[in-house]
């Protein structure tokens, strides 16, 4: 069993992965079972889609579920490429590295 991380504290910068996934999330096989997709390893989230920020807070989260990391985003990346329009956005709830949200036990958000 995975334990909550309270290695990450507010004040810290982050790299948060877009969702807790394997590499092959863009086009996941339609059969594919979640726990080949989900991984509490962070070295195989989609390295390509990530925000970097700083930690403001940590408290639960209604709309993910859990507790959550709130990131003020600094750098936003998408398939590869910064997101510098409009679209970038300005603040995550990434949950808390350890804890079961709807997405299962993540672990994509790590220390830079």
Do not use: Q
Not at 12 to 41: A, C, G, Q, T
Not at 57 to 64: A, K, L, M, N, Q
Not at 78 to 99: F, I, L, Q
């Amino acid at each position: 069993m995975i334990e909550p991380d309270i290695t990450i504290k507010v004040g810290d910068k982050v790299r948060s992965y877009d969702f807790p996934f394997l590499e092959n999330v863009h086009n996941p096989e339609p059969s594919m079972p979640l726990d080949e997709i989900f991984s509490p390893d962070p070295t195989k989230y989609a390295k390509d889609c990530y925000i970097e920020g700083v930690v403001t807070r940590i408290d639960f989260t209604e709309s993910v579920g859990c507790d959550c990391y709130h990131i003020d985003v600094t750098k936003d990346i998408w398939k590869g490429k910064e997101v510098t329009s409009v679209d970038k956005r300005e603040k995550v709830a990434a949950p808390v590295n350890g804890v079961k949200s709807f997405f299962g036990v993540c672990n994509g958000v790590v220390k830079i």
